[in-house]
C-alpha cells in the first residue's frame, strides 16, 4: 500500500506527533483512510500512539524490521539483495537451506526471533523478539572448501565496521567468529556449506549473522548474563533496518572483492586473543596453548606447551587465566 509506506515516512521524518487532518491532507486521502493505515501499521508491530487533540506519532523506540525499511537503507545496493522477512522461525541458516536450490544468491533471510537459534558446534543461540537481529544470507561462492573460512571472517570484519559506523564503539573479533563490545560478545557468526560429492566443490554456502542491537526486555538469562553484551542498552527506532542494510552492504564490498579487498588484515588487527593463554578445545577435553597469531588465511596460530605449533583453521578456543599454559 503505497499511502500506508507513505505515511510511515512522514511519521519516521516529523517525530513529533501530526493531527490526522494534516495526514490526511498530505497523503491526499480521508481521515478514515489515515486511521485505516495507522491500524494497519500496528498490526505489523509498529507502536504507532495515538492523543486526543494532537495526534500520531511513531514511538521513539519503535523498531520493527521490514522489507522496505532495509531496501531503503541499501540504497545503491538493493537491486542485489531479495530479502524475506518472517516473524519467527526455528533458524535462519535452516529455513535458507531447505531452500537454497531454488534461490537466487544473495537472498537473505532475516526473522524477528528465532525458537532454535543454532551457534558453533551445535550450540544453542538466545534469539528473543524485539531485540536482535538474524540474518541469513545465500552465496554461490567459487571458493575452495579450505578457504570457506574467509566467508566467515569477511562477515566478522563487516559486523565490526557495522558496528563502529552506527553506534561509533569499538568492535573486536574473538577467532574464530565472536564480535565483542566492551567485553562482552555481541554478535555470533555461523556459515553452513552444500558440497558437489564428485567434485568437492562448494554449491552453496549460507551465512548466518546474529547481532544483539539492544538488551532483551529483562536482561540476558542468567547463564549468558556475564558473557553477553548488546550494542545498545536501549531500543532506537529504525535500528535494526539500518544495521541489517549496513552489514550487507559492507559484506558485499568486501566479498565481491575477494581475495583483493583488504580485509584480512583487518580481520588479523581486530583479533584480541593474539598472546592470550588459551585451551583449544577437541572431542570432550581442552589443550592449553599460546596464540602466536592470525595468519594471511585467517588460521589462529598457536604453539602448546611442549613446543609444538599448529595453525587451526577451524574449531574453537577458550581464553584462560594468565599462566594456565606453558
Not at 67 to 91: M, N, R
Not at 162 to 174: D, L, N, R, S, Y
Request: one cysteine or more; proline letters at 3%.
Amino acid at each position: 500500500m503505497h499511502n500506508k509506506n507513505a505515511l510511515l515516512d512522514i511519521l519516521e521524518n516529523d517525530g513529533d506527533f501530526v493531527s490526522g487532518s494534516e495526514l490526511a491532507e498530505r497523503l491526499g486521502v480521508t481521515r478514515a483512510s489515515v486511521w485505516k493505515y495507522i491500524k494497519a501499521l500496528q498490526s505489523e508491530g509498529y507502536d504507532i500512539e495515538a492523543v486526543t487533540n494532537r495526534g500520531y506519532r511513531l514511538s521513539p523506540s519503535s523498531d520493527v524490521i521490514t522489507a522496505d525499511g532495509i531496501t531503503e537503507e541499501l540504497g545503491t545496493f538493493a537491486g542485489k539483495y531479495t530479502v524475506e522477512i518472517l516473524p519467527s522461525c526455528t533458524s535462519t541458516n535452516s529455513v535458507l537451506k531447505e531452500r537454497a536450490g531454488q534461490l537466487p544468491e544473495w537472498h537473505t533471510v532475516i526473522a524477528a526471533e528465532q525458537t532454535a537459534g543454532r551457534g558453533r558446534r551445535g550450540r544453542s543461540f538466545h534469539s528473543p523478539g524485539g531485540t536482535g537481529l538474524y540474518m541469513s544470507v545465500l552465496l554461490r561462492p567459487k571458493l575452495s572448501a579450505e578457504d570457506a573460512v574467509l566467508i566467515t571472517t569477511a562477515a566478522a570484519v563487516a559486523v565490526c565496521r557495522t558496528i563502529e559506523q552506527i553506534a561509533g564503539v569499538k568492535a573486536e573479533i574473538k577467532w574464530v567468529n565472536d564480535v565483542f563490545v566492551n567485553g562482552k560478545k555481541v554478535c555470533g557468526i555461523l556459515t553452513e556449506a552444500g558440497f558437489d560429492m564428485e567434485s568437492g566443490a562448494i554449491e552453496y554456502a549460507v551465512l548466518g549473522v546474529g547481532i544483539n542491537v539492544t538488551e532483551p526486555d529483562g536482561g540476558f538469562p542468567e547463564e549468558l548474563s556475564g558473557i553477553a553484551g548488546a550494542v545498545f542498552k536501549d531500543r532506537q527506532r529504525n535500528m535494526r533496518n539500518r544495521f541489517a542494510a549496513t552489514f550487507l552492504r559492507q559484506f558485499s564490498l568486501i566479498y565481491e572483492d575477494f581475495p583483493h579487498s583488504g580485509f584480512v588484515k583487518e580481520y588479523q588487527e581486530r583479533n584480541f586473543i593474539v598472546g592470550s593463554e588459551v585451551g583449544v578445545m577437541r572431542g570432550g577435553g581442552s589443550e592449553a596453548a599460546v596464540v602466536l597469531e592470525v595468519d594471511d588465511k585467517c588460521r589462529l596460530v598457536v604453539r602448546y606447551s611442549d613446543g609444538r605449533q599448529e595453525a587451526l583453521s577451524s574449531g574453537e578456543v577458550s581464553v584462560r587465566p594468565t599462566g594456565d599454559a606453558g
